[in-house]
């Protein structure tokens, strides 16, 4: 039998269709009206407000196998309580005490790494997916190739917040991630963004300044709910999670997304996230994206 190439084999369909409402959101069919409004949407979503957001895109069958996979693994999560500046990097005694280099923030959070997800991982699945890796680039919009990100960590862990947990504000490693959130916290854990703080040329160190004194000029905020997808730039808008209550933790899932396949986290970002660097951190280190603080 011969098929086009662009022509995805039934059982690949339905194994992704396990995973995403595929009969609302046809991604694996490019051509499809539905999925050119949705790109299309989502792209002017993007460019107003520097995220999208896609409601229930999915299962929540696959939402209910992700979450307890985390519970499964809650003996493994890599919890820290660590202080750090926006850029996951040392002090520098050299600069006022007021820039942002030098304003640090005690964060409390756990990740099950991406290297201990289970082999049939619901999530494992979906970031293995050439189509999601197309969806997303198209709704970039996005004039170089993106790729799935080489860090063996940080690619596509689960962030896992506790009551009393907190994510302060930083700036990712990554260019792109998306995020579906698995389990809602009782309260708080609000995602809240800075839709293109700064860019590759421009850290915008005054602004940033601003918001980590509280100006709440640039913030926008997300109602996540279990089963939505964003996609939003996590190294150009700064982010953070506000202090998760309650007795319900909060579960996100985060694939990310990356212009140059060969880069991974500094050592020092994935020790302090993570728990621990590997060899390919130390390897890659001079290989950075760009030449953002980080
Ligand atoms: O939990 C979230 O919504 C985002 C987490 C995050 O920013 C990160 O892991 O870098
Ligand atoms: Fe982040």
């Known amino acids: 039998m011969t098929q086009a190439l662009n022509i995805i084999p039934e059982v690949a369909v339905s194994t992704l269709n396990a995973l995403i409402d595929l009969d609302r959101y046809p991604i694996h069919d490019p051509e499809a009206e539905a999925t050119k409004a949705l790109i299309a949407q989502c792209r002017e979503e993007l460019d107003a407000v520097g995220c999208c957001c896609i409601p229930n895109f999915i299962r929540p069958e696959s939402i209910a196998r992700m979450q307890a996979e985390i519970e499964r693994k809650r003996g493994?999560?890599?919890?820290?309580?660590?202080?750090?500046?926006?850029?996951?990097?040392?002090?520098?005694p050299s600069l006022p005490e007021d820039h942002p280099k030098?304003?640090?923030?005690?964060?409390?959070?756990?990740?099950?790494?991406s290297d201990l997800r289970e082999d049939d991982s619901d999530l494992r699945k979906l970031y293995d997916r050439d189509e999601l890796l197309n969806f997303v680039a198209q709704c970039l919009g996005v004039t170089r190739p993106i790729y799935r990100w080489a860090d063996p960590l940080g690619c596509c862990p689960y962030s896992v917040m506790d009551d009393g947990n907190y994510f302060p504000w930083?700036?990712?490693g990554n260019e792109f991630?998306?995020?579906?959130?698995?389990?809602?916290?009782?309260?708080?854990?609000?995602?809240?963004?800075?839709p293109d703080l700064r860019t590759p040329e421009d850290e915008n160190f005054d602004q940033v300044a601003k918001v980590l004194k509280g100006d709440r000029g640039p913030v926008?905020?997300?109602?996540?709910?279990?089963?939505?997808?964003?996609?939003?730039k996590?190294?150009?808008?700064?982010h953070r999670v506000t202090p998760v209550e309650g007795n319900r933790p909060r579960y996100i899932a985060l694939p990310t997304y990356v212009y140059d396949p060969e880069t991974?986290?500094?050592?020092?970002?994935?020790?302090?996230?993570?728990?621990?660097?590997?060899?390919i951190h130390y390897?890659?280190?001079a290989q950075r994206p760009d030449t953002l603080t980080d």
Request: proline share 5%; with cysteine.
């Open 76 to 92: 493994d999560i890599y919890w820290s309580q660590d202080s750090h500046n926006p850029y996951m990097r040392q002090d520098d």
């Open 102 to 113: 030098r304003t640090f923030q005690r964060r409390s959070s756990g990740f099950v790494n």
């Open 170 to 172: 930083h700036f990712d």
């Open 177 to 194: 991630t998306v995020s579906i959130l698995v389990q809602k916290a009782d309260k708080g854990g609000v995602f809240e963004y800075c």
């Open 220 to 232: 926008h905020t997300l109602d996540l709910k279990p089963g939505d997808l964003q996609i939003f």
């Open 234 to 238: 996590g190294r150009f808008s700064m």
């Open 264 to 279: 991974v986290n500094r050592p020092e970002r994935a020790k302090q996230f993570y728990g621990r660097a590997l060899p």
């Open 283 to 285: 390897e890659r280190e």
